[in-house]
């Protein structure tokens, strides 16, 4: 499992917009998704491709289970906000644990803040779950949270 997370995160460095990635649009940090069912918490690793096309990779843990999701998210700024950014994204998420995997869809909506000055980033994000598979499920009540260093 941590060999596939490492590969996703080179994967994601590599194939990036190099000449914007030297403006410090890659972070790495921590993710907590929380709500209705198990808080999730692990690494996430966040990139840049060009100012409004990001990728994100997580690895959380809980629940007895561990989960995998990449995510697309298409970002655009607000003006006159001083670094904050609204976001919308959507991807799937592997769980895994049990003896059986488990496949969701997972659409988010959310505010991303870059503190000036410092190389740190903020996200809220709502995040609810589709699981598709044998009695298919919504969870609307899902939340993340980001605390990431930009390098």
């Known amino acids: 499992m941590k060999k596939l997370f490492l590969l996703f995160a080179v994967a994601f460095l590599y194939f990036g917009n190099s000449a914007y990635a030297q403006r ?30 990001y990728g994100q990779a997580e690895l959380t843990f809980g629940g007895d289970r561990t989960y995998l999701a990449a995510y697309y998210q298409y970002q655009g700024r607000i003006r006159n906000s001083g670094g904050l950014d609204w976001y919308l994204g959507i991807g799937p998420q592997l769980g895994f644990g049990h003896g059986n995997t488990d496949f969701y869809i997972r659409p988010m909506a959310g505010l991303d803040y870059k503190l000036r000055g410092a190389p740190l980033d903020l996200s809220f994000d709502w995040r609810p779950a589709f699981y598709v598979g044998d009695n298919s499920d919504f969870t609307a009540a899902r939340f993340g949270l980001g605390f990431r260093f930009v390098f």
Do not use: E, I, M, Q
């Not at 993710?31 to 409004?52: C, E, I, K, M, S």
């Open 24 to 53: 410090g649009s890659t972070s790495a940090g921590l993710t907590v998704d929380f709500g209705d069912g198990a808080t999730l918490v692990g690494p996430a690793l966040r990139h840049a491709f060009t100012r409004n096309d």
